[in-house]
């Protein structure tokens, strides 16, 4: 019983982490923004505790949730930005794209990949609904749903 805690112990505080890491100012993009997910993503599939599957489950959700509000919110920034460019010059400079915009659009579209990939692979045939398979599916689809 001892080292069971001790293990969700250390799993929340990788999740928490984790987590922080991505919320910071400068976050976590591309390859390593999938890394941290696919951690997140173990650490709840391997989880037998209720809290540590409840606290991974919602630093995916959180995770989730930051990558696409700041993509919408860059598209937002970028539609205002034309309109007052526009609005200054009488013309658009089409040459013109924001670096965030690209990281942005990057780091969602990987993330909707990846949760489509997992949410696609075929189950084997011996699948019962507690098997793993099952339950990695089953949270890749909740999380689509959300975004």
């Known amino acids: 019983k001892g080292s069971r805690i001790r293990d969700e112990g250390l ?10 890491a991505v ?7 591309h390859k390593s923004l999938l890394q941290v997910v696919q951690a997140i993503y173990n650490i ?7 809290n540590v599957k409840q606290s991974s489950r919602q630093a995916l959700e959180r995770i989730s949730a930051k990558v696409f509000q700041a993509l919408e919110q860059n598209q ?16 658009l400079d089409k040459g013109r794209s924001g670096e965030d915009e690209t990281l942005c659009f990057k780091d969602a579209y990987q993330l909707f990949k990846g949760l ?9 045939s011996s699948s019962s609904t ?18």
């Open 11 to 20: 799993s929340l505080r990788i999740v928490r982490t984790l987590l922080a």
């Open 23 to 29: 919320q910071t100012e400068a976050g976590v993009h």
């Open 44 to 50: 709840y599939l391997n989880s037998s505790s209720v």
């Open 76 to 91: 937002q920034d970028a539609a205002a930005e034309k309109i007052s460019e526009v609005a200054e010059n009488g013309e």
């Open 116 to 124: 489509c990939n997992l949410s696609s692979k075929e189950l084997p």
């Open 130 to 147: 507690e098997s793993m398979a099952v339950k990695w599916k089953l949270l890749a689809l909740d999380l689509l749903k959300n975004v």
